[in-house]
């Protein structure tokens, strides 16, 4: 009992070892196995041991073994052994079979005693043997292990729970409750707080004792405070403050330079430079970063109870690792500044599936340049269907086949990400084999901190034609957004290779507008963006930005997300994917269009799972194979996506710069209902911000729209009536009856005497047309509604390719090529002339005097004309309006003949076709801005306030 005595085990309660951990352990190699039983150690020692030695010589009597160290766990009142370790110094392992002996020595130890695990050690590397095994067995099995030993060590292996993955959300409940109680900090504090611990328990759990030596690991930490003041001279707290925290600065330095010329190019940076570590967010700190009030010394080792209490931070449920930053966002209803740079995970992984990075090539780049914690970037590490396994390490160097590039202005987010990427390599960060260095660089390399200005952030380095993919959520800021083209216009000399005045100027309202910019111009002919973007982006009325945004890409989807998909905010937003366009000529494409109802969890405070209930993964799914399988050619009108009710192909044109961008409006009122889309939830609050953001937004547009407008009509204009031949064509289209459509299916579209300029009457065979000697309208055209109650006088632009019944007369501006321009008169307009009333049934009538079609399908070039077409359909609107017409007052041929519109001239009274045509952009951005407001309408009456 002497060594025991000598190092003060016995004590008047029996034995107690030093603290390891949950564990205790007895620092012995003198005291028997015998002696150990009779001290109070809960085993009975081994009469023998039936393990078959080939160096190491066994004692006669098994109870005579004498291990180094004796680790033992103390359960309701009993200290049980659990793991024996035999210390070895090198100059004892030279020879060939001296390892071997050691770990034998170790068996026979742990079998003596009882035990599963023994350990053998020269104090730089381990080796762990499972003694029971090794006895069956008759020959030494290792435990694949290869972290250096520590507490955390030997509760994963005593437990066996080394490769048992934990989620820790439960635990970032507790923290947050206990941070928050004791500093009423903000959410974005106790996340920094939180993560700073996190990041000092999985360091310890993780890093070899050379790199981060056990003085400064968490298990330190776990002393009564009595004691460990004693001991340190001063409380848990301080000692963290003062002597760990530097120590993880150190290993993880704040100044280091990124070392990839790749990623130094991509922005025409010489040098970047990194400035933050993996901490720097400890809400305890008060006054200064030196000193802490030792008031919350209680508080904290509260919080390390905690974690102990959780177990070690190895193998980490992949799930937490972005849901860690939910927890604290669920927690406050003041969200913003954090809710700013986080993207719901359930949004992450669809848009990450839709990128389809497992097709890239090595050495390609994926950018974030809205970084935040790193979602876009980290998320693909964990799915065998994007980049597993990207980031490697060899010679000491990070490397990585897709280069992955994730930018943010702010320092506390930066920091962040890094933690959030240590979290993801961790398997790397407990190899031995993997450098802090190595690590370091890696994080440096992936997540850059641009804020030289920190209003315009990365804007300030626009990368040029050199990204194959980004994955992004840009922040959304409309008011007070003029600061940033403020800074912009102040920024003297080029940002690799461009003045950014001129670069940026591509118009558009908010810091969204300007992210677009920047992100058209870095992606490489033929890359992708995939874009999160509020619903006003997408549907405000100016053009210069879509055009500029079209000059150089293509629109390859548009996909609303619910309301409240994000924590922050219950603006309606939307995915848009690009995809940099190869050559100015190239054809556009169909666009995919979904509409996501919900994203695989509730859309509440509580985000509960909901995994049946996920259309954004149906609609990436969707989109993969729409991307894998070609787009469809001839789309002329939305069509469903292989029947999902929530996907359509709609044609490119309907997303030129002058529509709108978002896509329910490709759903007719009855497909809403199918879709059973309810009224929303929201608070007061947050309506009335909504409401004025959206008011406020077309109280400009209609500004805009107002001095254009006037600007326009300002000029000289003269009469031009439908009757003159010589300049117009009215007639009307063709009898086809439901019976007709339902015979003879086809291709061709069939418009009638409806509200909505989409609605179709069907798709009628063209081979059934032609044996009526008729072919589809050659040309585009503008449709005047017969007929109708709520129709009549309705006027439509129409494309080409398609048929008009004959409730509908068709007016373009050009002159009949056969006839010499006489008027077409259907039987309506007979009976009219004679004072009679119109037949019950349209007669037939085709529509002669027009050109063929191309054999291809494709219009035909248009007739010389000096009126536009779609400046026809303004005036000829306005000219309808004006005259107010009612249902009884029938518009046939006739009367549209009739007609007079009023039109833009020159100096000589001749047309003047621009100035026809700017008109006509403005009214349909008026019409746009009407079509707005009534939905704003809908929304507000709709709405439901929480």
Same mark, same amino acid.
């Given at each position: 009992?002497?060594?025991?005595?000598?190092?003060?085990?016995?004590?008047?309660?029996?034995?107690?070892?030093?603290?390891?951990?949950?564990?205790?352990?007895?620092? $012995?190699?003198?005291?028997?196995?015998? %002696? $150990?039983?009779?001290?109070?150690?809960?085993?009975?020692?081994?009469?023998?041991?039936?393990?078959?030695?080939?160096?190491?010589?066994?004692?006669? %009597?098994?109870?005579?073994?004498?291990?180094?160290?004796?680790?033992?766990?103390?359960?309701?009142? %009993?200290?049980?052994?659990?793991?024996?370790?035999?210390?070895?110094?090198?100059?004892?392992?030279?020879?060939?079979?001296?390892?071997v002996a050691a770990a034998e020595q170790a068996i026979v130890g742990a079998l003596a005693m009882g035990v599963r695990l023994a350990i053998t050690t020269d104090g730089e590397r381990f080796r762990y043997i499972d003694a029971a095994a090794s006895a069956a067995a008759g020959t030494i099995i290792e435990i694949p292990e290869i972290r250096d030993f520590t507490p955390s060590v030997l509760s994963d292996l005593y437990r066996g729970e080394s490769d048992v993955e934990r989620d820790p959300r439960p635990l970032s409940e507790k923290v947050w409750q206990i941070i928050w109680q004791a500093t009423k900090a903000e959410p974005k504090d106790c996340l920094l707080t939180f993560v700073e611990i996190f990041m000092l328990k999985f360091l310890s759990d993780n890093l070899p004792l050379s790199v981060l030596p056990a003085d400064y690991r968490f298990d330190v930490l776990l002393a009564a405070p009595d004691e460990f003041s004693r001991n340190k001279g001063c409380s848990q707290i301080e000692y963290y403050v003062n002597s760990i925290r530097p120590r993880i600065k150190q290993i993880f330095a704040e100044r280091l330079v990124v070392d990839d010329d790749k990623v130094r190019n991509v922005f025409g940076l010489a040098t970047i430079t990194s400035y933050t570590s993996i901490i720097n967010g400890f809400a305890f700190l008060r006054s200064s970063v030196t000193t802490t009030i030792s008031s919350y010394n209680r508080t904290f080792c509260e919080i390390l109870d905690e974690f102990q209490a959780f177990g070690a931070l190895t193998n980490i449920d992949p799930e937490f690792k972005l849901r860690l930053y939910e927890t604290f966002l669920k927690r406050s209803a003041r969200q913003q500044r954090l809710g700013q740079f986080f993207t719901p995970r359930n949004i992450v992984k669809p848009m990450v599936k839709m990128a389809m990075l497992n097709t890239l090539p090595d050495d390609s780049i994926v950018l974030d340049p809205a970084a935040g914690v790193g979602g876009f970037l980290l998320e693909p590490l964990l799915f065998s269907d994007a980049l597993p396994g990207n980031v490697a390490f060899s010679d000491g160097q990070p490397r990585q086949r897709v280069k992955l590039i994730g930018v943010d202005v702010d320092a506390s987010t930066n920091i962040l990400a890094k933690a959030n990427m240590l979290l993801h390599l961790a398997e790397s960060v407990r190899d031995p084999q993997t450098t802090p260095e190595a690590l370091n660089q890696a994080l440096v390399n992936t997540f850059i901190l641009m804020n030289d200005n920190e209003t315009l952030g990365g804007l300030l380095y626009p990368p040029r034609n050199s990204v194959d993919v980004i994955l992004t959520n840009p922040p959304y800021v409309t008011q007070g957004s003029s600061i940033y083209r403020k800074e912009i216009e102040h920024v003297d000399g080029k940002r690799n290779g461009?003045?950014?005045?001129?670069?940026?100027?591509?118009?558009?309202?908010?810091?969204?507008?300007?992210?677009? %910019?920047?992100?058209?111009?870095?992606?490489?002919?033929?890359?992708?963006?995939?874009?999160?973007?509020? $619903?006003?982006?997408?549907?405000?009325?100016?053009?210069?930005?879509?055009?500029?945004?079209?000059?150089?890409?293509?629109?390859?989807a548009s996909i609303q997300l619910p309301r409240n998909a994000f924590f922050n905010t219950a603006q309606p937003t939307y995915i848009l994917a690009l995809e940099r366009r190869r050559v100015r000529s190239q054809s556009r494409p169909p666009v995919f269009c979904g509409i996501a109802r919900s994203i695989g969890e509730t859309?509440?405070?509580?985000?509960?799972?909901?995994?049946?209930?996920?259309?954004?993964?149906v609609l990436a799914d969707l989109f993969v194979h729409y991307m894998n399988n070609g787009p469809r050619d001839g789309i002329s009108r939305p069509v469903r996506y292989e029947d999902c009710p929530f996907a359509k192909i709609v044609p490119a044109s309907a997303f030129e710069p002058d529509e709108r961008w978002d896509v329910i409006r490709h759903w007719s009122d009855a497909e809403h209902v199918e879709l059973g889309e309810r009224s929303d939830t929201i608070d007061r609050a947050e309506f009335i911000d909504l409401a004025t953001e959206t008011l406020q937004e077309l109280i400009d547009d209609l500004g805009q729209a107002k001095a254009e407008l006037a600007l326009l009509q300002s000029g000289k204009t003269a009469n031009f009536s439908l009757s003159d031949s010589s300049r117009f064509q009215v007639r009307s289209g063709i009898r086809i009856r439901n019976v007709d459509l339902r015979d003879n299916p086809g291709d061709v579209p069939v418009y009638s005497v409806f509200t909505r300029p989409e609605t179709i009457k069907g798709m009628i065979d063209r081979d059934w047309l032609a044996e009526r000697g008729v072919e589809p309208e050659p040309y585009p055209s503008v449709t005047v509604m017969a007929t109708g109650a709520s129709a009549v006088g309705t006027v439509f632009f129409r494309e080409a390719n398609c048929v008009m019944t004959d409730d509908v007369v068709i007016v373009q501006p050009w002159p009949k090529s056969d006839e010499g321009g006489q008027l077409e008169l259907r039987e309506e307009d007979r009976q009219l002339e004679l004072g009679g009333e119109a037949g019950q049934e349209p007669s037939v009538s085709n529509a002669e005097g027009t050109e063929p079609r191309d054999r291809d399908g494709e219009a035909a070039e248009l007739p010389e004309h000096d009126i536009d077409l779609v400046y026809l359909a303004v005036a000829l609107a306005q000219t309808i309006a004006q005259g107010g017409y009612l249902y009884e007052a029938k518009l046939y041929t006739k009367r549209v003949a009739q007609l007079t519109i009023e039109v833009p001239v020159d100096a000589e009274g001749k047309p003047d076709i621009e100035r026809q045509r700017q008109i006509a952009a403005v009214v349909k951005r008026l019409d746009q801005i009407r079509s707005k407001l009534q939905e704003t309408g809908t929304w507000s009456k709709g709405v439901r306030l929480a």
């Open positions: 009992m002497e060594e025991l005595a000598q190092k003060g085990y016995l004590t008047p309660e029996g034995v107690r070892g030093k603290r390891f951990g949950d564990f205790e352990v007895l620092e $012995l190699g003198a005291t028997t196995v015998a %002696r $150990l039983s009779k001290a109070g150690l809960d085993f009975t020692p081994a009469s023998s041991v039936s393990f078959p030695c080939e160096r190491y010589k066994a004692p006669k %009597r098994a109870s005579l073994c004498k291990p180094d160290n004796v680790y033992v766990h103390r359960v309701a009142g %009993r200290v049980v052994p659990v793991a024996v370790a035999e210390w070895k110094d090198k100059t004892r392992l030279r020879k060939a079979g001296d390892e461009v003045f950014l005045e001129e670069y940026y100027d591509t118009g558009g309202l908010g810091v969204e507008a300007l992210f677009l %910019r920047y992100i058209s111009g870095a992606l490489k002919p033929g890359g992708r963006a995939f874009v999160i973007v509020p $619903l006003g982006l997408l549907n405000r009325t100016a053009q210069r930005m879509k055009k500029a945004l079209l000059s150089e890409c293509n629109i390859l859309l509440d405070y509580e985000r509960v799972p909901t995994p049946k209930e996920n259309d954004l993964s």
